[in-house]
């Protein structure tokens, strides 16, 4: 069993900053890439940042290149998403996923998730 949780998650003022953690547990499996992607209410799940194990190779929605960095320990098997410059757009929950193989950036090249940790943003 492949277990992914959050943390990091909360309440920050627009413009204030939030650093997610992400560690994935378990049954031992070879990372190919681990990501985040983010739910707001009534919106569908998308593509935030990802990034390639065994280079580091990083991949970042449009919307929020510039604020957001991701990041791994590969031999721990942490990612992390540390978000600058918070706007009030970027509330949603923010769920922490991995791959085994490559599938693909997008959501449905991955094969594990968390249970999310919410990210609200005030204005």
């Known amino acids: 069993q492949v277990q992914l949780v959050e943390s990091g998650g909360g309440l920050v003022q627009a413009g204030g900053s939030l650093r997610l953690s992400c560690v994935a547990s378990?049954?031992?499996?070879?990372?190919?890439?681990m990501g985040w992607f983010r739910q707001a209410p009534g919106k569908e799940r998308e593509f935030v940042a990802g990034?390639?194990?065994?280079?580091?190779?990083?991949y970042y929605a449009d919307s929020v290149k510039g604020r957001f960095t991701i990041s791994r320990d590969n031999a721990k098997k942490w990612v992390y998403l540390q978000m600058n410059s918070l706007k009030p757009e970027d509330t949603a929950v923010y769920y922490c996923a991995a791959a085994d193989n490559d599938g693909g950036y997008g959501i449905r090249g991955y094969d594990y998730w968390g249970q999310g940790t919410q990210v609200t943003v005030s204005s």
């Open positions: 378990g049954r031992t499996f070879i990372i190919y890439q």
């Open positions: 990034i390639r194990w065994s280079f580091g190779s990083t």
